[in-house]
């Protein structure tokens, strides 16, 4: 099975998240709240990270849903960023509903990081009761 990680457990991230889990897939897991990495792990085969440069260490694909533009910037290319760890080849799936330029634009920095990873613009749509489904 892939090396999977998850970054942002909240209203749809935790719902997706859980079901990877479930699924029995590994998953490298992160959040804001550290409880809620902790607790999410309990569902199966979770590893609980300090940082998302950490989730990128273990991981080939990585789903984030996070709140805004300025988080998934961050978690993707800030200071301890997914970008500063992943393994070239790593598929960075963004989940989050963030602006469509700025994700074109942190795409493109990743292409130019020594990761050469690939980032996909994936934005859920609906509310809680469809991610849990």
């Known amino acids: 099975m892939a090396k999977l990680g998850f970054l942002g457990l909240g209203i749809m991230g935790g719902p997706m998240a859980r079901h990877l889990l479930l699924a029995g897939h590994q998953l490298a897991l992160w959040s804001h709240s550290p409880d809620k990495a902790s607790a999410m792990a309990k569902h199966g085969n979770g590893i609980v990270c300090a940082t998302p440069a950490e989730v990128a260490a273990h991981c080939e694909c990585i789903f984030l ?20 760890t992943a393994k070239p080849d790593t598929v960075i799936a963004d989940c989050s509903t963030i602006a469509p330029t700025e994700s074109q634009h942190m795409a493109r920095n990743c292409e130019n990081w020594a990761c050469i990873c690939s980032t996909r613009p994936a934005p859920v749509q609906r509310t809680e009761p469809r991610a849990e489904t």
Do not use: F
């Open 65 to 84: 849903c996070v709140g805004d533009t300025a988080m998934s910037r961050t978690v993707i290319t800030g200071p301890n960023g997914i970008a500063s």
